[in-house]
């Protein structure tokens, strides 16, 4: 069994690597944070002329992401190319710049039942919060409860496709820690079209892509530490060669092991259309975990620089905070993974 990864899927992480490097630089992300929008536009378009994310595979989407995480790069590419993967699966055409996964209510856990409403006709009315790109996107791939086809009086869920700009749509914006702009977004009788029943798959989607965008935050989030830990010296000597230094660093290389191979296995699963749910839960409890411990190792190596605005730790702790809880933290994929050994 081959495990390396193809030559297109590396190809594909070299260029974004190559693209981020040159775009997504200190003075930039501080220029975009300063317009007041945590959405670099400029970067958006360069990497949509480089890519088209229709045509890439799951694993090669994966790695743009892991290569975007590592520069902590202000584009919500983790939800467009999860909302692109799951319209590809339905066979259909992603014509959208920008798409944002409206799924997060103010409920306690989630994958849950959506609070959002379809009516017959397919018009949604409800609320979704913190639905990151929202504000810019040009389509919504909502979560909501409607008619059971099957039956006659029965509901299930489902995913809908919403044209933001659509009457009975109202969009506020909503800020979140790490200086991004997310949207609460209402809808009153708005008109939508469903897409399918495959809430579970497009969870999974969603949460695998923010994982793998994880996994690059906790990369780049060691090697900035690691680094610093060489250069700055006290007491005539690198705080790398303390004893307490090196094993936190030790401990967060450990974590990035673990985080890198639950990924893969879910990302291969999703790909080739196998079961995955536990396999995706597995993954995210590891990005959320090795998120947690990766954030506050960058921040208290690093002191005092750790938490100051003009330095970069910072950016690493405040995204790898969000993606931690982002579509469930650890204890809800603890439980989903109990639910499914209770099964079995």
Do not use: N
């Amino acid at each position: 069994m081959d495990f390396l990864f193809t030559p297109e899927q590396d190809e594909a992480a070299a260029l974004a690597a190559e693209i981020l490097a040159d775009k997504a630089t200190v003075e930039r992300m501080k220029a975009v944070e300063a317009a007041g929008d945590r959405f670099d536009h400029e970067l958006w378009a360069t990497l949509g002329d480089a890519f088209d994310w229709s045509e890439l595979d799951l694993i090669e989407l994966a790695r743009v992401l892991v290569e975007v995480g590592r520069k902590v790069a202000p584009v919500p590419l983790a939800t467009h190319g999860a909302c692109v993967a799951f319209l590809g699966g339905l066979g259909r055409a992603a014509d959208a710049a920008v798409y944002a996964a409206a799924v997060a209510e103010e409920r306690d856990h989630l994958p849950a039942a959506p609070t959002v409403v379809a009516d017959a006709q397919g018009a949604l009315t409800g609320a979704k919060t913190l639905v990151r790109g929202g504000m810019t996107a040009d389509a919504l791939l909502v979560t909501a409860t409607g008619p059971d086809p099957s039956t006659d009086s029965g509901t299930t869920t489902a995913v809908y496709l919403v044209d933001p700009s659509s009457a009975g749509v109202d969009r506020k914006a909503q800020r979140t820690s790490d200086g991004d702009r997310s949207a609460l977004i209402t809808f009153t009788d708005a008109p939508a079209e469903l897409l399918g029943h495959e809430v579970l798959r497009f969870h999974e989607l969603l949460t695998v892509c923010a994982a793998a965008e994880q996994l690059g935050v906790t990369e780049g989030a060691l090697a900035l530490t690691s680094e610093y830990a060489k250069t700055r010296e006290q007491f005539g000597r690198p705080i790398g060669t303390f004893q307490a230094v090196s094993q936190r660093l030790a401990d967060g290389f450990i974590d990035v092991l673990g985080q890198r191979l639950t990924l893969w296995q879910a990302v291969w699963r999703l790909q080739e259309v196998l079961p995955a749910a536990v396999e995706v839960a597995v993954a995210k409890l590891w990005a959320a975990d090795a998120g947690h411990r990766l954030a506050h190792t960058t921040v208290h190596v690093h002191g005092g620089v750790g938490i100051d605005l003009d330095g970069d730790a910072h950016r690493y702790f405040t995204a790898a905070k969000r993606f931690e809880f982002l579509f469930g933290g650890a204890t809800d994929q603890a439980l989903t993974i109990g639910r499914a050994l209770s099964r079995t």
